[in-house]
């Protein structure tokens, strides 16, 4: 007599009740049954945390020889998601540039273009846009890049700008614009506009540069303002930082933090850390929010996570980068580690360790990486 194998059938609708009976430890072993069941549960995890959107994941590190690589900013954080982003990034390739993130995706540059030709990446779908080659050539240009949804649609705008020296007898800059949106896939390009302030910047750390509402933000790295440039009403115009703060390279950051533009300066024993009111208007009045005493941090962190000893540990935080949705966490890379600190509970948690030697750090760009509402998950 012959056995007939009889194949059963769960609605996904059972199995999600079923698995969110569970607790978060049963569902992470369960994730590698299938990739079916590892979408279940990324769903159930991101329920159960509640998190504030949008949704920060972790950071992309571009390291000085150009290699890029991934990590998680939080142990949480790996488990909300049901793809995996560490198979995504052999996509990017070890000789691409990421210039800047945004909203889940990364605007990235091939580096034998001489800064001509980039393209936007998606690590969800692992889906890249080549964008057409620029018009114009510019010596390393300030770039930005800012993505935007609208009705389920996707697009993006990118602008890049280089600065002339002027002439011994003329104190006047002029600048060369172009910009790129996804609606019309041309550059538009200004060439020669004056501009009455040489925008210098920071080439240390990739948290010198965001955008709002099309606003595009550069900070200064020797100089006490922000550079904006407003990309509809086509102009430039300065902000200054908050009482006239003034900072050493590498030690400043700027960032978009619970939708709010905050500015953090390290001063080798504290950080101080600030949000933008009413900006992008030119009104914009800075507001305190905190600040971290950094010998206390450094202390907390040599003892649990093996920083290490030393002096002036506090002038060794290479990078500083705000939480996407929560103002109060700030993540620190010391030496070859990086770290995020909850000011509201005054604890420590060991991210991330590079495992090299921190001099070899020194030079590693962090960009936010965020989950993004679109395309839903698959």
Same mark, same amino acid.
């Given at each position: 007599? $012959?056995r007939?194998?009889?194949?059963?059938?769960?609605?996904e609708?059972?199995?999600?009740?079923?698995?969110?009976?569970l607790?978060?430890?049963?569902? !992470?072993?369960?994730?590698?049954?299938?990739?079916d069941w590892?979408?279940?549960?990324?769903e159930i *995890?991101r329920?159960?945390?509640?998190w504030?959107?949008p949704?920060?994941l972790?950071f992309?590190?571009?390291e000085?020889?150009?290699?890029?690589r991934f990590f998680?900013s939080?142990k949480?954080s790996?488990?909300v998601?049901?793809t995996?982003?560490?198979?995504?990034i052999?996509f990017?390739? $070890?000789?691409?540039y990421?210039?800047?993130?945004?909203?889940?995706f990364?605007?990235?540059?091939?580096l034998k273009?001489?800064q &001509?030709i980039?393209?936007?990446?998606?690590p969800?779908?692992?889906?890249?846009?080549?964008?057409?080659k620029?018009?114009?050539?510019m010596?390393?240009? *300030?770039?930005?890049?800012?993505?935007?949804?609208?009705?389920?649609?996707?697009s993006?705008?990118?602008?890049?700008?280089?600065?002339?020296?002027?002439y011994f007898?003329d104190l006047?800059?002029?600048v060369?614009?172009?910009?790129?949106?996804?609606?019309?896939?041309?550059w538009?390009?200004?060439?020669? !506009?004056?501009?009455?302030?040489?925008p210098?910047?920071?080439e240390?750390?990739?948290?010198?540069?965001?955008?709002?509402?099309?606003?595009?933000c550069?900070?200064c790295?020797?100089?006490?303002?922000?550079?904006v440039?407003?990309?509809?009403?086509k102009?430039?115009?300065t902000?200054?930082?908050?009482?006239?703060?003034w900072?050493?390279?590498?030690s400043?950051?700027?960032?978009?933090s619970?939708?709010?533009l905050?500015?953090a300066?390290?001063?080798?024993t504290?950080?101080?850390?600030?949000r933008?009111?009413?900006?992008?208007s030119?009104?914009?009045v800075w507001?305190?929010k *905190?600040?971290?005493?950094?010998?206390?941090?450094?202390?907390?962190?040599?003892?649990?996570? +093996?920083?290490? +000893?030393?002096?002036?540990?506090?002038f060794?935080?290479r990078?500083?980068?705000?939480h996407?949705?929560?103002?109060d966490?700030?993540y620190?890379?010391? &030496?070859?580690k990086?770290?995020?600190?909850?000011?509201?509970?005054s604890t420590a948690?060991?991210?991330?360790?590079?495992?090299?030697?921190?001099?070899?750090?020194?030079?590693?760009?962090?960009f936010?990486?965020?989950?993004?509402q679109?395309?839903p998950?698959?």
């Amino acid at each position: 007599m $012959e056995r007939r194998s009889c194949k059963l059938y769960v609605c996904e609708e059972i199995i999600t009740n079923i698995l969110n009976r569970l607790p978060s430890k049963s569902l !992470a072993r369960f994730k590698c049954i299938s990739k079916d069941w590892r979408k279940y549960i990324a769903e159930i *995890y991101r329920c159960r945390l509640q998190w504030p959107k949008p949704y920060q994941l972790g950071f992309f590190c571009v390291e000085k020889r150009l290699k890029s690589r991934f990590f998680f900013s939080s142990k949480e954080s790996s488990l909300v998601i049901g793809t995996s982003l560490d198979e995504s990034i052999s996509f990017i390739g $070890e000789r691409v540039y990421v210039v800047a993130s945004s909203d889940g995706f990364l605007l990235c540059n091939k580096l034998k273009s001489r800064q &001509r030709i980039y393209y936007v990446y998606n690590p969800a779908t692992r889906q890249r846009l080549d964008v057409p080659k620029t018009q114009i050539l510019m010596d390393d240009p *300030y770039v930005g890049f800012t993505v935007k949804e609208t009705d389920g649609s996707v697009s993006f705008t990118i602008v890049r700008y280089g600065v002339h020296q002027p002439y011994f007898h003329d104190l006047h800059y002029s600048v060369t614009i172009e910009s790129f949106s996804s609606e019309t896939n041309i550059w538009t390009a200004t060439l020669d !506009a004056p501009i009455r302030f040489y925008p210098s910047r920071d080439e240390t750390s990739s948290s010198s540069a965001c955008a709002v509402d099309e606003v595009f933000c550069w900070l200064c790295n020797e100089a006490h303002w922000v550079t904006v440039y407003d990309s509809v009403k086509k102009c430039f115009w300065t902000l200054g930082l908050p009482d006239q703060m003034w900072f050493s390279r590498g030690s400043g950051c700027l960032g978009l933090s619970g939708g709010e533009l905050c500015f953090a300066s390290n001063s080798g024993t504290t950080i101080s850390c600030w949000r933008l009111n009413n900006f992008p208007s030119r009104d914009a009045v800075w507001v305190w929010k *905190y600040n971290i005493d950094v010998a206390t941090v450094v202390q907390k962190c040599r003892e649990d996570f +093996g920083l290490g +000893g030393g002096n002036a540990l506090g002038f060794k935080v290479r990078n500083m980068v705000f939480h996407l949705a929560l103002p109060d966490i700030l993540y620190l890379q010391i &030496r070859s580690k990086v770290i995020s600190y909850n000011v509201k509970t005054s604890t420590a948690e060991l991210v991330h360790e590079f495992g090299e030697a921190w001099r070899k750090t020194v030079h590693y760009k962090l960009f936010s990486y965020e989950w993004p509402q679109w395309p839903p998950l698959q």
